[in-house]
């Protein structure tokens, strides 16, 4: 039966993740796997997630199944902690996922429910997985452009003119903050000029938010989503609690779609399905570790004083490395590494030279040139600042 079968091409980040594994180097650096790491290169369990989750082991009597949809004080929290009240409940529909991954493929599986074969315009720097995720539900992803790489900036005019090209029953992917790959993100005013242009063409926004919290703040992250939602009759929403709670392994997502109240109801049984048709309940222990931090004041200060030292981390790795690159290059060309926000930013490398970096100085990021400022040591943003520079002078 399976005679036939190919072996599938690795998927790039996996065989990084191997590659860096299988490295014998004692002074190797991971700057490509997405995973926050503290100052001993760990990723810490956070210390509200540790208190919740000796909370639920107390005093939880029962594994028993809940509902398709999942945990209801899960998706409760969840939508007052991206929504922010910026709409009615009334008109939020939401299904708990085993991580944001698989919140990103339900979000796909309904626009191919009502539009099959649908567009979804998708920035030419994304994470990897968009693709093979719209492709696998039959959908066809279009580029817009986003990443002026000389300024290392948004490409504001370039977007805004593919954009106007979006058709009613066509999708637009939106990076809710801290773009991956590149740390560029819109600004309040872009997301009003996005939002006016949705409004005018129809077209309708999926915003995938995995990094609230790692760029401004959490309700500054959530901006530009409260103004889509609050705005516009229909917001497709997929997020994580990979980054913000440390939850890696448990997947956590939910997938939450916005719509007229009269559609709500439909909705929400058209999301519980396709749970249903794919794993059927979502896990509960991670969801349900949200829930309790985000629903008790004491554990939710707790979990805010954790999210805002990581942030306070990451910027503080990317001042470093942007020193370090101007010293090394004798040029401010990659300078823009300071002013971006999240866990990552591309630098202006090729292929080869990514390649070069890592067989010769033990330096590993993905093909890109997208480097994980997580995984940065502000002690050694020197080492990785002069090797970047001696390869791109050759």
Known sequence: MFETLPTPKLDGIIGLMQAFAADTRTDKIDLGVGVYRDAEGRTPVMRAV?????????????KSYLSLAGDAAFLTEMETLLLGGAVPSARVAAVGTPGGTSAVRQ???LIAKVRPGATVW??????????????????????????????????RAGMMTDLAQAQAGEVVLLHGCCHNPTGVDLSAQDWAEVAALLE????????????????EGLDADAGGLRHLAARLPEVLIAASCSKNFGLYRDRVGIAMAVVPDAQRDAMAATLAGLNRQSFAFPPDHGGRVVSTILGDPMLRAVWLEELDGMRARVQENRRALANALREATGSDRMG?????????????????????????????????????M????PSRAGD?????????RG
């Not at 540790?50 to 029962?62: M, P």
């Not at 823009?336 to 590993?364: C, N, W």
């Not at 990785?384 to 791109?392: K, S, Y």
């Open 50 to 62: 540790k208190q919740a989750e000796a909370r639920i082991l107390d005093t939880q009597d029962s």
């Open 107 to 109: 979000i796909c599986e």
């Open 122 to 155: 998708v920035s030419a720097q994304t994470w990897p997985n968009h693709g093979p995720l719209i492709a696998a539900a039959g959908l066809t992803a279009r580029p817009y452009r986003y990443l002026d790489a000389e300024a290392g900036a948004l490409d």
């Open 200 to 215: 005018r063409s129809g077209a309708t926004p999926f915003v995938d938010m995995a990094y609230q919290g790692f760029g």
């Open 336 to 372: 823009a590494v300071a002013a971006q926000q999240g866990m990552f930013s591309i630098l202006p490398l090729t292929e080869a030279q990514v390649t070069k970096l890592r067989e010769d100085h033990g330096i590993y990021m993905l093909w890109d040139g997208r480097v994980n």
């Open 374 to 377: 997580a995984g940065m040591d």
């Open 384 to 392: 990785v600042a002069r090797a970047v520079a001696g390869v791109l």
